[in-house]
Each structure stands twice: as structure tokens, then as C-alpha cells.
């Protein structure tokens, strides 16, 4: 029996929305963040890369949430401590559509390394609570524990993980993310569409997911997000020193994410009352569908 195709990942939403913490261009992790959202705010003591840092988190998350182990009254159930565990080989069939080689096995260490290290103070929608603006996490890592099977006394000495030469590893998700995922606050992402996607049209695409879309006719649905600092930050084009520069960005971002998506009908920047701000819109089911069949009926 062949490898299961992976097709869809679970992300938390509070962090598909974070401002500033997954880089697109070069990553220094000595340095400290302190970034205002739209609806999350969040300090971190580095940044992480959004390829494959995010992929691999939302991976890990994804892994435990849908491997379930019976509990004490026989119902399968997530971890309850959010361990999961993986060979290297598990997570770079998936990342790369084949065994990875060891390049690629030691991109995927540094990336569990920097996801292990970062501390985040995190606020945001509490799913729990049900109520916005609530500190979610302070001075917390998004994983408490990575360790390799066969070197369980190492504890969580990162330098020790980071020199590792095996390939099976066991993480664990920090109790505030069990806890989100738990309540249901996640956001599924398209497996395929985020490894194509990179740059500023990974970031703005994965942003999008997390929003919700609201009906506006004509079988679409449409998020409209206005283009101050805190959007163009958690829009992954906050660093531009002009404000024009990061709105063509945005659009070429836009053009990319429409070519990837087949849900998705535009994506621009347009100048409102206000301001600019960015417009997504995507078809509703029914319209998704029709377009589907069409396809198919000319590709038979």
C-alpha cells in the first residue's frame, strides 16, 4: 500500500494572523519582535521562516490532532499532553514528495530547532473563552519539548537536538496550542497550495485563510482588510519603507494567489474611502463546483 497523500493541515488561527513573525526574506532570530495585528499582537524572541517553519509547525499540529489514541474510557483521543511523534522520513515525504535527502534533513532539524527556541507572548481570540484580546500565551515556546528516542536523557538541551544525526524525533505542542486546537480554533490549509506558495503570496494567501468571507453576491464571497501598518505587517510586507512599494507587492502577491487557488476569483489592492485596502474574493461552493464540472466536462 502506497503513502497516503497528505491534503489539508491544521493551522492556529491566532498565528496564520500573527504580525511580523514569519519572515520572508533573511532570517535573524537574535532579534526581538514586538508587532501589533489586526486582532493579534504578539513578542517573540526571534522570528521564524515561513518556509518550511510554518509548514512544518502546522505538520506537527495536523499529526497530533489526527492520530488518536484510546483514552481510559476506550475514546480515541489527540495526545493529551500534544506529544507527537515522527521519523524525519515521515515529515520530508510530505514536505517533498520523497525521501529526503540530508541536505533536506538538516533544513528540517533547524526548522524543529528554531520552532523549539522561539518564546512568543501571544494575544489574541481565545476559543475557549470565546472572547478577543486575551493573552493567550506569555513567554511560552510553541513547542515545550523536542527530543530524539534513543537520547531521552538529553531533555531539551537544544544544542544537543541541533547536532543530532538520527531521524526520530518527538515533539511536543505547548499547552496553549492544545488548548485552541481543542476549542476548535484552527484553520485548514490546502497542503499542496502551501508548499507551492512562497513569499509574500504564501503569507497574504495563508492571512486570507484565516478570515472569514462573507457573501456579497454573484456566487462570491469577499474580506476586505485596510492597508495600515498593523495589515501590511501581518500581511507579510510591513518592512517596505513605502507604503506604495508594499501595496504592489500585495498585488503581485494577489496575481499569484488567484493562478494557485482555483477558489479564489481576485485578489487586489484598491484605493476606498479611507484608504487602500485589499479585497479577496472567492467563489461560494455552488459557484466552486459549477466551475469544477466545466473542467472536467472538457478535459473528458
Not at 85 to 91: A, H, I, Y
Request: glycine fraction near 10%; aromatic fraction near 8%.
Amino acid at each position: 500500500m502506497g503513502r497516503q497523500q497528505l491534503r489539508s493541515v491544521r493551522a492556529e488561527t491566532n498565528l496564520t494572523r500573527a504580525p511580523g513573525l514569519w519572515t520572508t526574506g533573511n532570517l535573524q532570530l537574535e532579534l526581538p519582535l514586538d508587532a501589533p495585528g489586526l486582532g493579534v499582537a504578539i513578542r517573540a524572541n526571534g522570528r521564524l521562516n515561513l518556509t518550511p517553519d510554518l509548514d512544518i509547525l502546522a505538520w506537527l499540529a495536523e499529526r497530533w490532532y489526527s492520530h488518536r489514541l484510546p483514552d481510559a474510557s476506550g475514546k480515541l483521543q489527540p495526545h493529551p499532553e500534544g506529544v507527537v511523534g515522527f521519523t524525519l522520513t515521515d515529515l520530508g515525504f510530505d514536505l517533498y514528495g520523497r525521501k529526503p535527502a540530508g541536505k533536506e534533513n538538516r533544513l528540517i532539524r533547524a526548522s524543529l530547532l528554531r520552532l523549539f527556541r522561539v518564546e512568543v507572548t501571544l494575544t489574541g481570540y481565545d476559543a475557549c473563552e470565546q472572547q478577543t484580546n486575551v493573552r493567550l500565551a506569555s513567554l511560552t515556546r510553541l513547542l515545550t519539548a523536542v527530543t530524539y528516542d534513543k537520547l531521552e536523557a538529553a531533555g531539551n538541551d537544544a544544542r544537543v537536538v541541533g547536532a543530532l544525526r538520527g531521524d526520530t524525533f518527538k515533539v511536543a505542542l505547548a499547552p496553549w496550542l492544545i488548548k485552541q486546537y481543542r476549542a476548535g480554533n484552527f484553520t485548514f490549509l490546502s497542503w499542496q497550495i502551501l508548499r507551492q506558495l512562497d513569499g509574500a503570496a504564501k503569507r497574504t494567501w495563508v492571512y486570507l485563510e484565516g478570515q472569514r468571507f462573507k457573501p456579497v453576491g454573484d456566487g462570491l464571497t469577499a474580506v476586505h482588510v485596510g492597508l495600515g501598518n498593523p495589515a501590511l505587517a501581518s500581511l507579510g510586507v510591513g518592512e517596505y519603507a513605502r507604503h506604495r512599494d508594499a501595496r504592489r507587492a500585495l498585488e503581485r502577491a494577489g496575481q499569484r494567489i488567484v493562478e494557485a487557488d482555483e477558489r479564489f476569483h481576485s485578489v487586489t489592492v484598491e484605493k476606498r474611502p479611507g484608504g487602500y485596502a485589499l479585497i479577496a474574493k472567492r467563489l461560494d461552493k455552488e459557484r466552486l463546483q459549477t466551475r469544477q464540472a466545466v473542467r472536467q466536462s472538457l478535459s473528458a
